[in-house]
């Protein structure tokens, strides 16, 4: 992997790897915990409007076409803490896919017109979460378990917000993240000459960055349960518990706990909830470990009058991961490393994880990861468990 910072405080990471196909993604450091209350939602909403035209591409049609007509891939995300585009196409359109981008980041249009057809889709966005209970379940989770962390918030912001965004809050939030020296460009692929591309395109000027708060989540030092009436016919519920950081050595941990509890058909919390005592259809476990926060989480999908075994369930199987035995330890670990590899043969996600661990930390750690997981023993597991998984919250998305 080769790392290099230019002069307007741009980090550019190359990762070679043999094959077809060319990623290139940009990470911009700005997500909705960056996010004032009269912001909410402008993150993701600068994200959509990226798509709507530029000065040499003035419409979304003529922007997506140009990686499209050559069968690449061109989309994007919004997090908390972070706002990710990238292209994949093959190597031999590596050229197109650095002018595109870079033509998003440079000269996108924010055409008043759009402005307005764009709020329409992102209200309808914010809709769509709270008609669905499966994505709703997890904003209902993260604003009640945390009380001074912005990730309470949701990424998708507030309707009132993004009705009144106006052109000049859009363009003055934009200038004020979108700069070089808050970026990482990764580059995944078999290229020769890639950083020519790269200098001929994102010779940007840098900005000067707005201060970046750190604020301090309290433990949670009780039980909290939360509830909320819909008209669905199933309940969905998650128990969360607030954890650390990705640069925390104990988030290798808890993906290893992770991968006890959570692994497809085969782990204990599937096992137990759904194919031994048939308490719920869907049920899994997620373990976030981010860049300024972290939870783990065991949900479900149930009648409502399962709430309280599940419940029990939960937090009987988390109890019982204090004795785990060295096979089971061995196994979440095999299955973490295979899970881990085969993932990164994809190059997009070489490309993204490249990106989220230079955020984190360095991307070097990208490599180092599954070595870290081979690290982890069995006093590990039961410190962790003794740490992070005292005190709940529960959250119920209770239907008929």
Request: proline letters at 3%; aromatic letters at 10%.
């Amino acid at each position: 992997m080769q790392k290099v910072v230019l002069d307007n405080g741009l980090t550019l990471l190359f990762q070679e790897k043999k094959g077809n196909a060319v990623v290139v993604e940009v990470l911009v450091k700005v997500g909705s915990n960056q996010e004032t209350d009269k912001e909410k939602g402008l993150s993701h909403f600068i994200e959509h409007m990226l798509f709507e035209g530029t000065k040499n591409y003035p419409t979304n049609w003529l922007l997506s076409n140009e990686i499209e007509k050559i069968g690449g891939e061109f989309n994007a995300y919004t997090t908390n803490e972070r706002t990710c585009f990238y292209v994949k196409v093959l190597k031999k359109h590596y050229p197109k896919a650095v002018e595109i981008l870079a033509e998003i980041i440079k000269n996108p249009l924010f055409k008043k017109e759009e402005l307005e057809k764009e709020k329409n889709i992102v209200i309808k966005e914010i809709d769509l979460v709270n008609d669905e209970p499966r994505y709703y379940q997890w904003d209902l989770l993260l604003r009640t378990m945390y009380t001074h962390h912005p990730s309470k918030y949701p990424v998708y912001g507030k309707k009132e917000v993004i009705r009144n965004l106006t052109q000049e809050k859009v363009l003055n939030y934009f200038h004020r993240y979108y700069s070089p020296n808050n970026m990482i460009i990764s580059v995944v692929g078999d290229l020769k000459d890639w950083k020519k591309e790269m200098l001929k395109h994102f010779l940007l000027n840098k900005n000067r960055l707005p201060s970046v708060k750190t604020i301090k989540e309290p433990n949670q030092t009780k039980n909290i349960t939360k509830t909320e009436k819909k008209k669905i016919l199933s309940t969905y519920t998650v128990l969360g518990f607030k954890t650390v950081p990705k640069d925390h050595p104990d988030s290798y941990v808890l993906d290893v706990i992770n991968g006890v509890l959570g692994r497809g058909q085969s782990g204990r919390m599937f096992t137990e909830i759904r194919a031994k005592k048939g308490l719920a259809y869907d049920v899994g476990t997620q373990n976030l470990n981010d860049h300024t926060f972290g939870y783990f989480a065991v949900y479900a999908t149930v009648d409502k009058k399962k709430l309280q075994i599940v419940k029990s369930t939960v937090l009987s199987e988390l109890k019982k991961l204090r004795k785990l035995n060295p096979k089971d330890l061995q196994e979440a670990k095999d299955y973490i490393e295979g899970d881990y590899l085969l993932e990164v043969e994809d190059p997009q996600k070489v490309a993204d994880q490249l990106v989220f661990w230079e955020q984190i930390n360095h991307a070097q750690k990208m490599y180092e990861y599954v070595q870290q997981i081979k690290k982890v023993t069995l006093s590990d597991v039961k410190r962790v468990v003794d740490k992070y998984f005292k005190h709940y919250t529960w959250v119920i998305v209770e239907g008929k």
